[in-house]
């Protein structure tokens, strides 16, 4: 969806509803597409005392692969935006996290959704923040059975180990 801030970048008093629902089949998460819903995108653009504000909800269900354990995620999110509208900034090289330029006054906001979902998805995707993942020998999945793999020791604390064994 391309939104025009002309109108609101000239001082109009007009506020733009937004409302619409997109699949976002390119979007990559790892190295997979997790967006099978797509996204449901709400919110408005207004001006305010010269300044053009955009709010907006974005609501989307993850499909993935927990990374740990490899089970299947499935997981709803909502996310809030807000954001401040610039035609530019005063120093090229400022980071603001605040504002947004838009070139021509135009804003694809698909793109900007999939930017913002980039940052807001965690690195490394887990089914239970208690996951206690596989076996690095048999492979089980420890948070079904327990193995019965013997431990790996350290071979500069073998010697310490024997005092563990009970007789």
């Known amino acids: 969806m391309q939104l025009d801030f002309t109108n609101l970048l000239n001082s109009s008093a007009d506020s ?7 699949d976002a ?6 190295t997979y597409k997790p967006l099978k819903n797509g996204v449901d995108v709400k919110g408005r653009a207004y001006q305010k005392v010269g300044v053009v504000f955009l709010d907006l909800d974005v609501k989307f269900d993850f499909f993935g692969v927990c990374d ?5 995620v499935e997981k709803s999110y909502e996310l809030s ?5 610039v035609n530019s900034m005063e120093n ?9 330029v838009v070139e021509n006054n135009i ?4 793109e900007y959704v999939k930017e913002e979902l980039n940052l807001f998805l965690p690195a490394k995707m887990l089914c ?3 996951c206690k993942g596989l076996c690095q020998k048999c492979g089980k999945n420890l948070n079904y059975e327990k193995c019965e793999c013997a431990k790996d020791v350290d071979p ?9 064994i009970e007789e």
């Open 92 to 100: 090229d090289n400022d980071d603001y996290d605040d504002y947004i």
């Open 81 to 85: 935006l807000n954001k401040i509208i």
């Open 16 to 22: 733009i509803d937004i409302d619409y629902h997109f």
């Open 128 to 130: 239970d923040d208690d």
């Open 25 to 30: 089949d390119d979007f990559m998460y790892s």
């Open 107 to 110: 804003l694809d906001v698909d």
């Open 156 to 164: 500069r604390l073998a010697a310490l180990s024997d005092l563990l």
């Open 68 to 72: 740990r354990c490899a089970d299947d």
